[in-house]
């Protein structure tokens, strides 16, 4: 296993740990996993695992929080568009995410998008902390998207392709606002869900979500059925 302690601390993410995890015998195959939307009050929580070639270099690859949406967005397309690149995503919804709680619905869409990639990697680099019952074995990095090229790579195409399903469901449920903030709990956004209760969408068990709708509720109750 790499050893963190030794690790470069350059600007940017690097290849360390994979080519560390290959010297010690990993196998060829190191994957990058990431999520994008655990903390936002609608929408899925999406996954991305991705296998970067051995060698790979991309001069303004990052952490995608670290990144504007149109660096962003330019990297993605490089990323799916080059054919050396593996990768594979999947998604959780919200009414999973309320049935599992967002740590379960996290980890379920890790554990998805390795078993969707077309070759099984012979370890995976996970974002964060450690992950139960994984398909593969794994280390798992804290601020692992600020270190390791691939789950750079994998917050990258992970956070692109939740973005670009929120801005669907602005076109599903224009009154709130979804392109802009994501479902993120912006002043917007919960000033909307306090006028008009929640969407299909929200994650109910999400307290900022439940409280205005039990208020939505009580309001409406309150004003009788002619409301």
């Given at each position: 296993?790499?050893?963190?302690?030794?690790?470069?601390?350059?600007?940017?993410?690097?290849?360390?740990?994979?080519?560390?995890?290959?010297?010690?015998?990993?196998g060829p195959l190191i994957a990058g996993?990431?999520?994008?939307?655990?903390?936002?009050?609608?929408?899925?929580?999406?996954?991305?695992?991705?296998?970067?070639?051995?060698?790979?270099?991309?001069?303004?690859?990052?952490?995608?929080?670290?990144?504007?949406?149109?660096?962003?967005?330019?990297?993605?397309?490089?990323?799916?568009?080059?054919?050396?690149?593996?990768?594979?995503?999947?998604?959780v919804h919200a009414g999973d995410v309320?049935?599992?709680?967002?740590?379960?619905?996290?980890?379920?869409?890790?554990?998805?998008?390795?078993?969707?990639?077309?070759v099984r990697p012979s370890h995976a680099?996970?974002?964060?902390?450690?992950?139960?019952?994984?398909?593969?074995?794994?280390?798992?990095?804290?601020?692992?998207?600020?270190?390791?090229?691939?789950?750079?790579?994998?917050?990258?195409?992970?956070?692109?392709?939740?973005?670009?399903?929120?801005?669907?469901?602005?076109?599903?449920?224009?009154?709130?606002?979804?392109?802009?903030?994501?479902?993120?709990?912006?002043?917007?956004?919960?000033?909307?869900?306090?006028?008009?209760?929640?969407?299909?969408?929200?994650?109910?068990?999400?307290?900022?979500?439940?409280?205005?709708?039990?208020?939505?509720?009580?309001?409406?109750?309150?004003?009788?059925?002619?409301?």
């Amino acid at each position: 296993m790499p050893d963190a302690a030794h690790a470069p601390q350059p600007a940017r993410p690097h290849l360390f740990y994979e080519e560390r995890l290959r010297a010690a015998g990993a196998g060829p195959l190191i994957a990058g996993v990431d999520e994008a939307g655990r903390g936002p009050l609608a929408g899925p929580v999406v996954a991305a695992a991705v296998i970067l070639p051995e060698g790979y270099e991309h001069p303004v690859l990052n952490d995608s929080k670290k990144l504007s949406a149109g660096r962003r967005a330019a990297i993605h397309a490089e990323l799916i568009g080059d054919p050396r690149v593996v990768w594979a995503c999947a998604m959780v919804h919200a009414g999973d995410v309320d049935r599992l709680n967002i740590l379960r619905a996290t980890h379920a869409a890790m554990r998805q998008a390795i078993l969707g990639l077309p070759v099984r990697p012979s370890h995976a680099l996970i974002d964060g902390r450690p992950v139960r019952d994984f398909p593969v074995p794994t280390t798992a990095l804290v601020q692992g998207d600020g270190t390791s090229l691939s789950i750079a790579a994998a917050s990258v195409i992970a956070k692109v392709t939740r973005d670009r399903l929120m801005e669907d469901f602005d076109s599903r449920y224009p009154a709130y606002g979804f392109a802009r903030h994501k479902g993120y709990a912006t002043g917007q956004h919960l000033a909307i869900l306090a006028r008009d209760g929640p969407c299909p969408i929200h994650r109910f068990s999400f307290r900022p979500v439940a409280q205005p709708l039990l208020e939505f509720a009580e309001r409406h109750r309150a004003a009788g059925p002619e409301a």
